[in-house]
């Protein structure tokens, strides 16, 4: 699955290390829709030390490729 833009962007302003439930905080704080949020919540890990690694997570098979790289 595609980031939304907005979702990248969120990540992109995200200070890190910070736990799912950061994350998930921040972005009901600041408005994004319920997919993103959605999608954030289902995160695996319970902490992340950089938005690379978030992205990996929230990506698509293919897509994960692409991140890593």
Known sequence: ???STSL???LAGMEFPATRDDLVREA???GLDSDDIRM???LDHDSYDARWQ???ALASPADAALVAA
Do not use: A
């Open 8 to 10: 990248q962007r969120f």
């Open 28 to 30: 009901v704080r600041d």
């Open 54 to 56: 978030v992205r990996l």
């Open 1 to 3: 699955m595609s980031l």
């Open 40 to 42: 954030l919540m289902q």
